[in-house]
Structures are given as structure tokens and as C-alpha cells.
């Protein structure tokens, strides 16, 4: 018999056979997401919605005022610069020395369809400079569209869970793949993406070292750029800094989104950042796909061309005026950003008294800190098992398979769209679980 949930079983069942979901539990986001629509639309009752990590604040004002006003004047006419305005290239790099405290030339700095289209051209670029090195390493669990983009493009790929090698236990772990010799680029998310771990500057350190010996580029995945709220990392100019691998290593890409740092997913624009060294250098074998052997030329007026020839014309004026306001002090890149950690707290707090536990629980020494994701457990469930449970509860989430994390039992669950509205039903519906699942 099947229990008494807050949404009915047949409503479930019918709306899964709808959209085809063999195994609702290992759906991708975007799968998950037209199903919890469809029953949504046909009970009215709303779900608590995890699964998605969309920015639940609105976009900036100024940045759709900038972009409204390029319109006017006509951009839409015009080809974008493949390299980025200008004016853009120049805030991009003030915003890395005032946030980061690293210099990187607005010559190299360049504004992507996303950070997703960053990560393409870097390892397209990476993965074709030496056919010896025909392999990407993910630091994961991580974002599974990234591990997609690298089988279409024809690359190899390998995987380190790198819960159980935190620290100094890093290096030999890392050392043991990279000395194969096969690895081109490693990316990692730091913040993480699902886990919420953030690197320290000893792991950093341990990246930027063995990349160096071993000749990888690390490709720096900053989506979620100074969202570690345990530091203060707002104040252009002052320290803290966002920590990153461009401290230990003149060899690398960073990709920064301004998906969820600046609220601004919907123009899908980003910024990658190439170091000064890696610009310049030159791998003969780029000559077989591209004009010039030199990596720069071959990721923008080869890769970038070839692909999405530029960046939105009217994106690139918001972006520039959102990073202009940050960069002149004029307003907080962090301050509205908090309630992710505000809500994460409160919404953990909820599943850990109704049974579930943290999957990825530690942060190095720390207890994981709280930021736009987290990860979550319930005994005697797979994953897979609760992601699809938890939908006749009306909570929508999706499980750890395809981050190339080891622990099969772990759901990720987004904070960024429930709303303080919502947090009396959520605790509602736990409880109602763990009624339904007496431990
Ligand atoms: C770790 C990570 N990298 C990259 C992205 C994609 O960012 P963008 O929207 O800039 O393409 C995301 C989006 O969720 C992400 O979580």
C-alpha cells in the first residue's frame, strides 16, 4: 500500500509515464524540472524546488538599463568584437586585481556566451595543444554539463572524489594521476558545485605546484565567485582576497560566471580570464585545427570565432555596468548574495532534525559552510531513490550520480529559489517523511 504523501501517487506516476522518465531519480535538472512543472500545474500545489540553481534574485537594475540603452543606440546591428568591448576587457580586469589580487591584461580577458561556453573553448583549446595529453581531470563531484561538453568533444576523461584527499592528502593523490602524463586541463568549482567545499590556499597551492611539474593547465571554475560568506570578499582593493590557483601557477584559465554573482543567467554571459604565460604560449600541434600555434589565438580568433563569434553586443553593456558599480565601490558584489547562506542554514537545519544527514559534511577540518548548495542523505536510501521519494513530498532535488561523486546516497538540493514563505511547508513535508520513514 502506498503511503499517504502530500502529493498524490497516481499524479506522480501518471506525469512521470508523461515525460518518458525511466529512472526519475537519475533525471538531469532540466528533465526533473518539466516534471515537478507538469505535476505543479495539475495539483496547484508548489513545490519546494531544489533541483535548479537559478539565481532567485532579480537582476540588476542598472545592468538592464545599460543594456536597453545599447539597443537604442543600435548595437544590435552590429557584430560584437569577437575579444569583447573595450571598455568591458578593461572592468574585467580591474575586477580580478580589485577582487582577486591578480593582474591579468585586459588583453586576455574575455566575455563568453556563460561560463559553460568558457569551459568549451578551454578545453577544446587544452585538450587539442598535445595529443599525448588527450584527458581532462575533474576535481568532483562537480557540474555534470562539464563532463558532457568534454565526451562531445571527443576527450578522454578522469575523475578524483576529492573528499577523501583533502589537504596534504591532495598531493599524492593528485600526483598519482598527473604523472601519467595524459592530463591536459583539470577543472574544479571552488566554491563547489554540489558539495559547497571550498579549496584552501594549501590545496590551492598543492594544484597550482603539481599542474606546474606535470604541465596541466588548471581550469578555474568561479561560479560562484566570493560566495564562501565565511569571508568577507566584497571590498574592491582589500583583503580577503578570492582565494585561487593564480597564486602558485602562471599556467592557467579562469572562467567567472555571472550566473549567480551577479544574478545575470538569462544573458548568458561570462567571463574567461587566460594568464599572461598560457596567452603567449605556443603548441605546434594547435597547427593541425587552428591558424597559429599560439594558445590565445587559437581560443578566441579560432575557438570563440568558430563557435558563437562573440558575446551578445547588449550583454556585454550590462555586464560592463554591473562590474563598473562593483569595481568603483559603488555597490556590494556580496551583500545581496548572503541570503543564500541566511536560507541554507534554516533549510539544513530543517532536514538534519527530520533524519536526513550531510552527504559532503566536512569542509577540510571545518564543517561544510553554508552557501547555494548542499548535500543530503537519508538512511536507507540511495540517491536515486530519494530524489525520486522526496517528489510525493513535493521537493524536487537531484541526486549525486553524474557529479562523479562516490557517495551514491547523496541528493543536491539548491536553496536559491525557496522562499521564506515556504519554509513552514517544507518543515510540514519532512515531517511527514520521516513519519512515513520511522528510523
Ligand atoms: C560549477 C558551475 N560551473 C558553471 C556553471 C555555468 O555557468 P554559466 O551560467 O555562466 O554558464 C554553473 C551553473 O550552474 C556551475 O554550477
Redesign the pocket.
Known amino acids: 500500500m502506498r503511503k499517504n504523501t502530500p502529493i498524490e501517487y497516481d499524479v506522480v506516476q501518471k506525469h512521470i509515464k508523461e515525460c518518458n522518465l525511466k529512472n526519475v531519480g537519475n533525471a538531469s535538472i532540466r528533465e526533473i524540472k518539466r516534471l515537478i512543472n507538469l505535476i505543479e500545474a495539475e495539483t496547484g500545489i508548489k513545490f519546494i524546488r531544489m533541483e535548479m540553481?537559478i539565481p532567485g534574485i532579480k537582476p540588476s537594475e542598472i545592468a538592464v538599463k545599460a543594456e536597453i540603452e545599447a539597443m537604442k543606440e543600435g548595437v544590435a546591428g552590429l557584430y560584437p568584437e569577437l575579444e569583447g568591448l573595450p571598455l568591458l576587457k578593461h572592468e574585467i580586469s580591474r575586477f580580478i586585481k580589485l577582487f582577486m589580487n591578480i593582474d591579468i591584461s585586459s588583453q586576455n580577458c574575455v566575455p563568453t556566451v556563460?561560463?559553460?561556453?568558457g569551459?568549451y573553448l578551454s578545453f577544446m583549446v587544452a585538450g587539442r595543444r598535445n595529443m599525448a595529453k588527450d584527458t581532462v581531470l575533474f576535481l568532483d563531484p562537480?557540474?555534470p554539463?562539464?563532463k558532457q561538453l568534454v565526451k562531445m568533444l571527443g576527450l578522454k576523461q578522469e575523475s578524483i572524489d576529492v573528499y577523501n584527499y583533502r589537504g596534504d592528502k591532495l598531493y599524492k593523490k593528485l600526483e598519482s594521476v598527473l604523472k601519467k602524463g595524459n592530463i591536459s586541463c583539470l577543472l574544479y568549482?571552488n566554491p563547489?558545485?554540489p558539495t559547497w567545499i571550498c579549496f584552501t590556499e594549501k590545496e590551492l597551492e598543492i594544484i597550482g605546484a603539481l599542474s606546474k611539474k606535470y604541465d596541466v593547465i588548471p581550469v578555474e571554475?568561479l561560479?560562484?565567485f566570493a560566495m564562501d560568506f565565511r569571508k568577507d570578499l566584497g571590498n574592491p582593493g582589500k583583503p580577503p582576497y578570492q582565494v585561487s590557483v593564480a597564486n602558485y601557477t602562471d599556467n592557467y584559465i579562469l572562467?567567472i560566471?555571472?550566473?549567480?554573482s551577479f544574478s545575470y543567467?538569462g544573458q548568458?554571459i561570462?567571463m574567461l580570464a587566460l594568464s599572461e604565460k598560457l596567452s603567449k604560449t605556443e603548441y605546434p600541434e594547435l597547427t593541425k585545427y587552428y591558424p597559429s600555434p599560439n594558445f590565445a589565438h587559437a581560443l578566441i580568433l579560432g575557438t570563440l570565432y568558430a563557435t558563437t563569434a562573440g558575446t551578445s553586443h547588449s550583454a556585454q553593456y550590462g555586464l560592463l555596468a554591473m562590474l563598473k558599480q562593483v569595481n568603483d565601490g559603488n555597490a556590494s558584489l556580496i551583500e545581496p548574495l548572503k541570503q543564500y547562506g541566511k536560507r541554507a542554514e534554516i533549510v539544513k537545519e530543517l532536514f538534519l532534525k527530520n533524519g536526513f544527514q550531510i552527504v559532503y559534511d566536512m569542509d577540510d577540518k571545518e564543517p561544510i559552510a553554508d552557501g547555494f548548495y548542499f548535500t543530503i542523505s537519508y538512511p536507507g536510501y540511495s540517491g536515486e531513490n530519494l530524489v525520486s521519494e522526496l517528489i510525493y513530498y513535493g521537493i524536487s532535488a537531484i541526486s549525486l550520480n553524474n557529479t562523479g561523486s562516490e557517495r551514491t546516497e547523496g541528493l543536491r538540493a539548491c536553496v536559491s529559489l525557496i522562499s521564506d514563505s515556504q519554509i513552514p511547508d517544507l518543515e510540514i513535508r519532512l515531517a511527514k517523511f520521516k513519519e512515513n520513514n520511522p528510523l
Do not use: C, E, Q, W
Request: charged content about 10%.
Open positions: 540553481g556563460g561560463s559553460i561556453n569551459a562537480g557540474f554539463v562539464h568549482s563547489n558545485n571554475d561560479a560562484y572562467l560566471s555571472s550566473s549567480k543567467p548568458r561570462g
